[in-house]
């Protein structure tokens, strides 16, 4: 601990005998020299910009009308796209519903899948209740016994900011 204080006064003193690199370069005019340059890098960056714009003006109307445009037809495309495939399924149900026989031949296809979903979910379901339901009621009638011994108390509200601790005290 001691060595490492040593170490930091050290060189502190040689930055301050010899100067540093930070201050030899940047001093108050070279600080004001970058400031301007950068300032007028974004004044030229601003008005080029600008002249570009004014100057072709025409042109940019023009391709943001055709962008519009092509949004438009776009999204009507894509609407029109999206009603048939919605009237192709309405038909498709439509279908299925004149012919009934065939709802009941698919329901049956899907029988065994249905009850093995079912089946496996009843016996987790059992499983975890018989476990956990097991071992919450042991624990409320272990408690209650010791409440009717008396040899623990209710859970009550323990305000610890409120007490002292010993440190404290002394």
């Not at 009507?76 to 009941?104: D, F, G, P, T, V």
């Not at 899907?110 to 071992?135: H, N």
Request: charged share 25%.
């Amino acid at each position: 601990m001691v060595l490492k204080s040593v170490r930091v006064r050290d060189s502190m003193r040689r930055l301050r005998v010899t100067g540093s690199v930070f201050q030899s370069y940047f001093t108050v005019p070279e600080l004001r020299k970058m400031a301007t340059n950068s300032v007028s890098a974004v004044q030229e960056t601003f008005f080029s910009t600008k002249d570009m714009i004014e100057k072709n003006k025409v042109v940019f109307s023009v391709c943001t009308s055709i962008v519009s445009f092509a949004t438009a037809w776009a999204g009507y495309s894509l609407r029109h796209y999206h009603e048939s495939r919605i009237n192709q399924k309405l038909e498709s149900i439509e279908e299925i519903m004149k012919n009934k026989h065939q709802i009941a031949a698919h329901d049956i296809s899907l029988l065994p899948a249905y009850v093995a979903t079912a089946g496996t979910s009843v016996v987790i379901g059992y499983g975890l209740g018989w476990r956990s339901g097991a071992r919450f009621m042991n624990r409320r009638d272990r408690m209650e016994q010791m409440r009717l011994l008396k040899s623990i108390k209710g859970r009550r509200w323990t305000l610890k900011f409120l007490k002292r601790s010993p440190e404290k005290s002394r």
